[in-house]
Protein backbone atom coordinates (compact mmCIF):
# COMPACT_ATOMS: atom_id res chain seq x y z
CA UNK A 1 0.00 0.00 0.00
CA UNK A 2 1.63 3.28 -1.01
CA UNK A 3 0.62 6.61 0.02
CA UNK A 4 0.44 9.56 -2.63
CA UNK A 5 -0.42 12.89 -3.16
CA UNK A 6 -2.72 14.29 -6.37
CA UNK A 7 -3.34 17.78 -5.41
CA UNK A 8 -4.60 18.66 -2.04
CA UNK A 9 -5.81 14.96 -1.88
CA UNK A 10 -4.07 11.78 -0.31
CA UNK A 11 -4.99 8.48 -1.00
CA UNK A 12 -3.72 5.36 -0.79
CA UNK A 13 -2.75 2.65 -3.91
CA UNK A 14 -3.05 -0.80 -3.12
CA UNK A 15 -1.44 -3.18 -4.83
CA UNK A 16 -2.40 -6.85 -3.98
CA UNK A 17 -0.10 -9.58 -3.94
CA UNK A 18 0.53 -12.95 -3.96
CA UNK A 19 2.63 -15.32 -1.36
CA UNK A 20 3.59 -19.05 -2.50
CA UNK A 21 4.71 -21.42 0.00
CA UNK A 22 6.51 -24.40 -0.40
CA UNK A 23 6.21 -27.30 1.65
CA UNK A 24 7.85 -30.90 1.32
CA UNK A 25 5.43 -33.92 1.90
CA UNK A 26 7.39 -36.85 2.99
CA UNK A 27 4.66 -39.39 4.18
CA UNK A 28 2.76 -38.33 6.98
CA UNK A 29 5.51 -35.66 7.45
CA UNK A 30 4.89 -31.92 6.24
CA UNK A 31 7.96 -29.29 6.23
CA UNK A 32 7.15 -25.64 5.57
CA UNK A 33 10.46 -24.77 3.21
CA UNK A 34 10.34 -21.45 1.85
CA UNK A 35 8.26 -18.42 0.31
CA UNK A 36 7.86 -16.56 -2.92
CA UNK A 37 5.60 -13.54 -3.95
CA UNK A 38 4.36 -11.62 -6.65
CA UNK A 39 1.80 -9.05 -7.68
CA UNK A 40 -1.54 -9.65 -8.05
CA UNK A 41 -3.71 -12.19 -7.11
CA UNK A 42 -4.65 -15.80 -8.95
CA UNK A 43 -7.90 -17.00 -10.63
CA UNK A 44 -8.05 -20.47 -9.43
CA UNK A 45 -5.49 -23.53 -9.27
CA UNK A 46 -4.69 -23.46 -13.21
CA UNK A 47 -2.90 -20.24 -12.65
CA UNK A 48 -0.12 -22.30 -10.95
CA UNK A 49 1.89 -25.00 -12.80
CA UNK A 50 5.22 -26.79 -11.79
CA UNK A 51 7.63 -27.95 -14.12
CA UNK A 52 11.14 -29.37 -13.24
CA UNK A 53 13.08 -26.83 -11.50
CA UNK A 54 10.12 -23.75 -12.22
CA UNK A 55 7.26 -22.94 -10.94
CA UNK A 56 4.85 -20.85 -13.59
CA UNK A 57 1.89 -18.65 -12.04
CA UNK A 58 -0.46 -16.12 -13.90
CA UNK A 59 -2.00 -12.82 -11.81
CA UNK A 60 -4.55 -10.15 -12.44
CA UNK A 61 -3.60 -6.91 -10.45
CA UNK A 62 -6.37 -3.99 -10.10
CA UNK A 63 -5.05 -0.51 -9.28
CA UNK A 64 -6.60 3.18 -8.47
CA UNK A 65 -5.52 6.40 -9.73
CA UNK A 66 -8.03 9.12 -8.90
CA UNK A 67 -7.11 11.32 -11.95
CA UNK A 68 -7.46 7.98 -14.60
CA UNK A 69 -9.82 5.92 -12.09
CA UNK A 70 -9.34 1.81 -11.77
CA UNK A 71 -7.37 0.06 -14.33
CA UNK A 72 -6.17 -3.77 -14.48
CA UNK A 73 -3.26 -6.03 -16.34
CA UNK A 74 -1.96 -9.26 -16.33
CA UNK A 75 1.15 -10.64 -15.37
CA UNK A 76 2.90 -14.04 -15.84
CA UNK A 77 5.90 -14.80 -13.41
CA UNK A 78 8.83 -17.89 -13.32
CA UNK A 79 9.96 -18.62 -10.07
CA UNK A 80 13.12 -21.08 -8.81
CA UNK A 81 11.26 -23.77 -7.13
CA UNK A 82 14.19 -23.86 -4.61
CA UNK A 83 15.08 -20.55 -3.96
CA UNK A 84 11.32 -19.44 -4.78
CA UNK A 85 12.49 -16.26 -6.51
CA UNK A 86 11.24 -14.42 -10.03
CA UNK A 87 13.45 -15.84 -12.36
CA UNK A 88 11.68 -14.26 -15.69
CA UNK A 89 8.10 -12.09 -15.97
CA UNK A 90 5.71 -10.42 -18.55
CA UNK A 91 4.05 -7.68 -17.09
CA UNK A 92 1.02 -5.44 -17.87
CA UNK A 93 -0.30 -7.63 -20.40
CA UNK A 94 -4.08 -6.47 -21.82
CA UNK A 95 -4.32 -3.84 -19.96
CA UNK A 96 -7.49 -2.94 -19.03
CA UNK A 97 -8.88 -6.17 -18.99
CA UNK A 98 -9.04 -9.44 -16.45
CA UNK A 99 -7.62 -13.37 -16.80
CA UNK A 100 -10.49 -15.58 -17.55
CA UNK A 101 -8.48 -18.59 -18.13
CA UNK A 102 -4.94 -19.89 -18.05
CA UNK A 103 -3.76 -23.36 -19.17
CA UNK A 104 0.32 -24.01 -18.88
CA UNK A 105 1.16 -27.12 -21.46
CA UNK A 106 4.89 -27.92 -21.36
CA UNK A 107 6.90 -25.27 -22.66
CA UNK A 108 3.91 -23.17 -23.31
CA UNK A 109 1.30 -20.88 -21.73
CA UNK A 110 -2.27 -19.90 -22.74
CA UNK A 111 -3.53 -17.01 -21.51
CA UNK A 112 -7.27 -16.09 -22.22
CA UNK A 113 -8.15 -12.28 -21.19
CA UNK A 114 -11.51 -10.38 -21.49
CA UNK A 115 -12.93 -6.85 -21.60
CA UNK A 116 -15.89 -6.98 -24.39
CA UNK A 117 -13.77 -9.30 -26.37
CA UNK A 118 -11.18 -12.24 -25.93
CA UNK A 119 -8.02 -12.48 -26.77
CA UNK A 120 -5.92 -15.77 -26.34
CA UNK A 121 -2.36 -15.67 -25.81
CA UNK A 122 0.30 -18.35 -26.93
CA UNK A 123 3.24 -17.70 -24.63
CA UNK A 124 6.93 -19.56 -25.01
CA UNK A 125 7.98 -19.71 -21.38
CA UNK A 126 10.57 -22.56 -22.25
CA UNK A 127 13.27 -19.80 -21.31
CA UNK A 128 12.51 -19.12 -17.55
CA UNK A 129 14.26 -15.79 -17.61
CA UNK A 130 12.69 -14.90 -20.39
CA UNK A 131 9.15 -15.94 -21.39
CA UNK A 132 7.66 -14.46 -24.21
CA UNK A 133 4.53 -13.70 -26.17
CA UNK A 134 4.19 -15.37 -29.52
CA UNK A 135 0.70 -14.15 -31.21
CA UNK A 136 -2.54 -13.59 -29.96
CA UNK A 137 -6.14 -14.50 -31.28
CA UNK A 138 -9.21 -11.99 -30.78
CA UNK A 139 -12.35 -13.41 -31.20
CA UNK A 140 -15.62 -12.79 -29.64
CA UNK A 141 -16.74 -14.24 -26.07
CA UNK A 142 -14.18 -15.62 -24.10
CA UNK A 143 -13.11 -19.06 -22.41
CA UNK A 144 -13.35 -20.13 -18.49
CA UNK A 145 -11.89 -23.48 -18.81
CA UNK A 146 -8.79 -24.49 -21.58
CA UNK A 147 -8.43 -28.36 -22.34
CA UNK A 148 -5.77 -29.58 -23.95
CA UNK A 149 -6.02 -31.96 -26.71
CA UNK A 150 -3.02 -32.77 -27.81
CA UNK A 151 0.00 -31.14 -28.45
CA UNK A 152 -1.03 -28.41 -30.93
CA UNK A 153 -4.74 -28.26 -29.96
CA UNK A 154 -6.74 -26.26 -27.31
CA UNK A 155 -10.88 -26.89 -26.27
CA UNK A 156 -12.55 -23.71 -25.14
CA UNK A 157 -15.36 -23.57 -22.97
CA UNK A 158 -16.91 -20.61 -22.09
CA UNK A 159 -19.73 -17.70 -23.65
CA UNK A 160 -20.25 -16.10 -26.72
CA UNK A 161 -21.26 -12.37 -26.98
CA UNK A 162 -22.13 -10.04 -29.73
CA UNK A 163 -19.20 -9.52 -32.34
CA UNK A 164 -20.44 -5.77 -31.49
CA UNK A 165 -19.26 -5.78 -28.19
CA UNK A 166 -15.91 -5.12 -29.21
CA UNK A 167 -16.78 -1.39 -30.44
CA UNK A 168 -18.79 -0.81 -26.95
CA UNK A 169 -17.33 0.93 -23.73
CA UNK A 170 -18.81 -2.09 -21.62
CA UNK A 171 -20.17 -5.16 -21.69
CA UNK A 172 -23.56 -4.80 -22.05
CA UNK A 173 -26.36 -7.74 -20.78
CA UNK A 174 -28.17 -7.77 -24.04
CA UNK A 175 -24.63 -8.84 -25.56
CA UNK A 176 -24.53 -11.59 -23.75
CA UNK A 177 -25.07 -15.08 -25.83
CA UNK A 178 -25.07 -18.57 -25.14
CA UNK A 179 -22.07 -21.25 -24.42
CA UNK A 180 -20.05 -21.54 -26.78
CA UNK A 181 -17.24 -24.68 -27.31
CA UNK A 182 -14.40 -23.99 -29.41
CA UNK A 183 -11.57 -25.67 -30.76
CA UNK A 184 -8.32 -23.80 -31.05
CA UNK A 185 -5.55 -24.82 -33.57
CA UNK A 186 -1.58 -23.24 -31.86
CA UNK A 187 0.27 -25.28 -34.18
CA UNK A 188 1.53 -21.84 -35.77
CA UNK A 189 2.22 -19.99 -31.88
CA UNK A 190 2.55 -16.72 -33.86
CA UNK A 191 -1.66 -16.92 -35.59
CA UNK A 192 -3.35 -19.45 -33.27
CA UNK A 193 -6.50 -20.07 -35.29
CA UNK A 194 -10.12 -21.16 -33.72
CA UNK A 195 -10.68 -23.95 -35.76
CA UNK A 196 -14.26 -24.95 -35.01
CA UNK A 197 -16.51 -23.40 -32.61
CA UNK A 198 -20.47 -24.39 -31.27
CA UNK A 199 -22.67 -21.67 -29.61
CA UNK A 200 -25.67 -23.61 -27.39
CA UNK A 201 -28.42 -22.26 -26.27
CA UNK A 202 -29.13 -17.83 -25.84
CA UNK A 203 -28.04 -15.54 -22.86
CA UNK A 204 -29.07 -17.66 -19.78
CA UNK A 205 -27.61 -20.55 -20.57
CA UNK A 206 -24.46 -21.87 -18.53
CA UNK A 207 -22.93 -25.25 -17.46
CA UNK A 208 -20.92 -26.62 -14.02
CA UNK A 209 -18.13 -26.85 -16.16
CA UNK A 210 -17.49 -23.17 -16.41
CA UNK A 211 -16.85 -22.87 -12.34
CA UNK A 212 -15.79 -26.50 -11.96
CA UNK A 213 -13.59 -28.21 -14.83
CA UNK A 214 -14.53 -31.88 -12.53
CA UNK A 215 -17.70 -31.66 -14.98
CA UNK A 216 -16.66 -32.18 -17.85
CA UNK A 217 -15.78 -35.92 -19.74
CA UNK A 218 -13.17 -35.85 -22.46
CA UNK A 219 -12.19 -39.04 -24.27
CA UNK A 220 -10.31 -38.30 -27.24
Keep these: EIQRRDGRDVYFDSIPTTLVHRFTLNGAEIEYQDQGEVPGTILNQFSMDE ?7 ATSTDSYDPRTGSTSWNNLYLLNKDSMTVTGKIEKIAPGEHIKSVR ?16 LFVID ?3 ASNPKILGKLKIPGWSDYLHPYDETHLIGFGREVNPKAELSEFLKPDMLMGMKLSIFDVADVANPKEMFKEVIGARGTTSELLTNHKALLFDK
Excluded: C
Design 125 to 127: IAD
Design 51 to 57: NGSIFRI
Design 104 to 119: FVGDRAYMVTFKNVDP
